[in-house]
C-alpha cells in the first residue's frame, strides 16, 4: 500500500481529535475550571468581583448566609423561586462550616454548575446524533462548548441547572422513557417552571394514556414536594409559587408600553422577611393584563398545536422550542440568562449557518442589553433614561423580533412533513 503523505496523516489526526468526544469533555470542564480558578470570585463592599460579576451570586449568597443565624428558606424568608436553588446553596454554605465565606461558597456553586454545564454537552451530543447523525451531533458539541453566552452565565446564575433538567426531560421523551421524563420534567419546575413546558409536547407527541401518567407523574412529585413546605409556613412558601407573575414589566415590549425601565430584580434582603413584599408591584402597572397575554400565547399555542403535522422526534424538538419561546414572548418580563435554554433548542431544530447566526446576534443584543446599557444606570438608581433610551428600545425590539422569526421558523419546521405513525 503507498504511504500517506504527510499533510494527509496530519489532516487524519486532526479529524480523529475532533472526533473524540472524551477529549472536547476534558478540554470543555478544564477551561472552567482554570477560569475560576485564575478569576476567582470575591465579594468588596457587597459586590461581587472576579469570574462572576455582573451576576446574581451575590444575592443570593446574601440569602443563603442567613442560614448562619438559624434562618431557613421557606421558613423564616421566602424566595421567588421554587426550593431546589435556594436548598442548594443553603447546604452548600452550611457544608463550609464556622469558616464558610462568599469564595468558598462560590467557587463550590461553580464546581456544581460545571457538572451540570457538562451534563448539557452531553445531552446536545446525544440529542444532535439522534436527530441529525453523529458527524452533526459532534459537531453541536463542539459549538456549544465555545459560545459565550452560556459560559458566562454559568457564573451568574442557575440557568445552566434548569437547561440540564429540560434537556434531560427531552432525552427521555425522545427515548421513549416518559416516567423518566416526568420526573425530570418535576424536578426542573421545582428549579424552575419552564421545564413543565414538556407537558405540550408530551400530549401532542404520544398517546394520551401516557401523556396523562406523564403529567400525573410530574405534578404529582412537584406537590409531594410542597406539602411539608406549606405545612411548616405556607405564608413565606406560596411567594415561590406567585411571586415571579406579581412583577412589574421589565425589559420586553410590554414593559416599554408600561413605561418601566428597569431590570426585574426584587427588593432589599430586609423585604423577603415579609411575604406581602413578593407580590408589591416595582414600576407602573400593565397596560396589557397578565391574563391577556396569557390568553394571547394559549391562543397561539393551541393553533401550533392543531396545526402541527411533523410528529418525528425533530419535530418534538421544534414544539418544545416554540413552546418555550412562547411563554418567554408572553412573560411581562425577560432575563438575559434564559439564552441558556434557548440556545440548545435552536442548535438542535436549526444545525446550520443561519442557526447559529441567529443565537450569535441574539447574544450581542442581550448582553449589549444587560450590562452594557443597565451597568450605565448608576446615577438614576439602575432606570434606563436620557441618551440611553433609544439603544434600550432598539435592543428590545431587535430581540423581540430574533425570538419571533425563530417562532416562524420553528412553525414551519412543524409543517413540513406529513404525519408518520405515533410511537
Not at 2 to 25: H, I, M, S, Y
Not at 124 to 129: A, F, H
Not at 373 to 390: H, K, P, V
Request: aromatic share 14%; proline share 5%.
Amino acid at each position: 500500500m503507498p504511504k500517506r503523505a504527510p499533510a494527509q496523516t496530519d489532516e487524519l489526526r486532526l479529524t480523529a481529535l475532533l472526533g473524540d468526544f472524551r477529549l472536547l469533555v476534558v478540554l470543555f470542564i478544564a477551561l472552567r475550571v482554570l477560569l475560576l480558578l485564575a478569576y476567582q470570585p470575591f465579594l468588596i463592599d457587597g459586590s461581587e468581583h472576579g469570574v462572576g460579576v455582573q451576576g446574581d451570586r451575590a444575592y443570593h449568597y446574601a440569602l443563603s448566609e442567613l442560614s448562619a443565624q438559624g434562618q431557613l428558606p421557606f421558613r423564616d424568608w421566602w424566595s421567588e423561586f421554587p426550593p431546589v436553588w435556594y436548598f442548594l446553596t443553603t447546604a452548600v454554605y452550611q457544608l463550609q462550616g464556622a469558616n464558610a465565606n462568599y469564595s468558598g461558597w462560590s467557587m463550590l456553586l461553580g464546581l456544581l454548575m460545571v457538572g451540570f454545564d457538562t451534563g448539557n454537552l452531553i445531552l446536545i451530543r446525544k440529542i444532535g446524533t439522534r436527530l441529525h447523525g453523529a458527524g452533526t451531533g459532534m459537531s453541536l458539541a463542539w459549538i456549544y462548548a465555545v459560545l459565550g453566552a452560556p459560559l458566562i452565565f454559568l457564573w451568574w446564575n442557575f440557568e445552566t441547572l434548569v437547561t440540564f433538567w429540560l434537556l434531560l426531560g427531552l432525552w427521555w421523551l425522545l427515548q421513549a422513557q416518559p416516567t423518566r421524563s416526568a420526573v425530570a420534567a418535576a424536578i426542573g419546575a421545582l428549579t424552575k417552571f419552564t421545564p413543565a413546558l414538556l407537558f405540550g409536547a408530551a400530549f401532542r407527541f404520544r398517546d394520551l394514556p401516557v401523556a396523562l401518567r406523564y403529567v400525573g407523574v410530574s405534578v404529582g412529585i412537584f406537590v409531594l414536594a410542597y406539602i411539608p413546605l406549606l405545612a411548616q409556613n405556607a405564608a413565606m412558601t406560596l411567594p415561590s409559587l406567585t411571586a415571579q407573575f406579581s412583577k412589574s414589566s421589565y425589559e420586553t415590549v410590554w414593559a416599554l408600553l408600561d413605561g418601566n425601565y428597569r431590570t426585574g430584580n426584587f427588593g432589599d434582603l430586609a423585604s423577603h422577611f415579609d411575604p406581602a413584599q413578593a407580590s408589591v408591584p416595582t414600576g407602573n402597572p400593565a397596560r396589557v393584563p397578565g391574563f391577556l397575554r396569557l390568553g394571547i400565547a394559549a391562543a397561539v399555542g393551541l393553533f401550533v398545536y392543531a396545526r402541527t403535522r411533523r410528529f418525528d422526534d425533530r419535530g418534538l424538538v421544534a414544539f418544545v422550542g416554540l413552546t418555550l419561546l412562547i411563554f418567554f414572548l408572553q412573560a411581562q418580563g425577560w432575563s438575559p440568562q434564559w439564552l441558556v435554554q434557548i440556545i440548545p433548542l435552536v442548535l438542535l431544530a436549526f444545525p446550520s449557518r443561519n442557526g447559529l447566526y441567529v443565537i450569535v446576534l441574539l447574544s450581542l443584543v442581550t448582553f449589549a442589553e444587560y450590562p452594557f446599557l443597565f451597568i450605565r444606570t448608576g446615577d438614576s438608581g439602575g432606570e434606563i433614561t436620557g441618551a440611553l433610551m433609544m439603544p434600550f428600545v432598539v435592543l428590545v425590539l431587535a430581540r423581540t423580533s430574533l425570538l419571533i422569526g425563530l417562532c416562524v421558523a420553528l412553525y414551519q419546521r412543524l409543517r413540513q412533513e406529513p404525519v408518520p405513525a405515533r410511537t
